[in-house]
């Protein structure tokens, strides 16, 4: 089953549940294949004698995959980000492929899963049917929804940036250092998915408005979209540098704690070295020690010893090496 949206005598949409079994109503809008079985395209296909793309053609990545056109239709793939319903995390986001199609002013979304913009274009539509004539109104207004969200996106990664530049510099430990890292490793990652998804959209924008298929008005909000697009990719390659260098300085900042472990480490070897010598000497089996026969060399040797621990720690305190 796909939804299909019509326009009414009275300039309304009406949205609809068809079948393959179903007559296809007039002055269609716009027809949405959400989940379609093989026999629904095929019907769609062989109805509205459109070519739709098989699964592998939808997902290759060549520029002639992503858009193509001919005399009577338009095919664009695309990418949209999508997480599950259930899932709060951010961290799930992932590209999946929307197919769009036009012919005849209509216009065919081809989708295997929920994408929350959907429902906001179908509000959008039934309660303003007067802004959209046609098909390509439609996409028009797909397309503007998704760069406000991918906008969004980018917008809660920048806050999440800033949020861990300011624990870099925060007491720290073991913990909290893995924690940071898996969460620039995570923003670097829904960054890229931004990216990716920009710049299909970018390219597909980019042909769309060439064509000589859709109006003038259109192809002036196109061009518009196009130009906010534009900016986004510019910051998220700037969020992506923001990211690498909070990277550094996080890896500086392991690297500087764990030199002050090792100087620890050092500086209590090196206290340690004065007191074992000597007592590597009181510990020999020679029989003419002069001080083995002292009453008090017991307690002297321990002094002494105590005395050449302390004298480095107070070098080193001196120093700032403690």
């Known amino acids: 089953m796909f939804y299909i949206y019509t326009k009414t005598i009275n300039g309304l949409v009406q949205k609809m549940n068809v079948s393959t079994e179903d007559n296809m109503p007039e002055n269609i809008l716009w027809i949405d294949l959400l989940h379609p079985s093989a026999s629904e395209m095929a019907y769609i296909s062989q109805y509205y004698d459109l070519e739709i793309p098989t699964q592998e053609e939808r997902e290759e990545i060549e520029l002639s995959a992503r858009y193509w056109e ?143 298929k859709i109006d003038k008005d259109i192809k002036q909000n196109l061009t518009i979209v196009l130009k906010d697009l534009n900016s986004l990719v510019e910051f998220n390659v700037s969020q992506l540098n923001v990211l690498d260098n909070i990277q550094t300085i996080l890896a500086s900042q392991i690297n500087i704690e764990q030199n002050k472990i090792i100087r620890l480490f050092t500086v209590a070897t090196v206290a340690m070295m004065p007191p074992t010598l000597i007592g590597t000497i009181y510990g020999m089996n020679f029989e003419i020690m002069p001080e083995l026969n002292w009453e008090y060399g017991y307690p002297a040797v321990i002094i002494v010893m105590i005395i050449s621990i302390i004298l480095p720690m107070v070098f080193f305190k001196k120093k700032g090496w403690l």
């Open 70 to 212: 001919d005399s009577k239709s338009i095919t664009i793939n695309t990418h949209f980000l999508v997480r599950n319903q259930n899932d709060e995390e951010a961290e799930i986001l992932r590209n999946e492929t929307v197919t769009f199609m036009t012919t005849k002013n209509i216009l065919f979304t081809i989708r295997f899963n929920d994408f929350k913009i959907f429902d906001d274009i179908q509000a959008r539509i039934l309660a303003s049917p007067k802004n959209f004539e046609d098909g390509y109104d439609v996409i028009d207004k797909m397309f503007e929804i998704r760069v406000e969200k991918d906008a969004d996106i980018l917008e809660w990664i920048d806050k999440e940036a800033r949020k861990l530049r300011a624990m870099v510099l925060e007491e720290k430990n073991e913990y909290t250092y893995d924690k940071m890292l898996k969460g620039i490793s995570s923003l670097q990652e829904i960054n890229m998915r931004v990216r990716d998804s920009l710049f299909d959209k970018r390219r597909a924008m980019t042909s769309l408005i060439k064509s000589d």
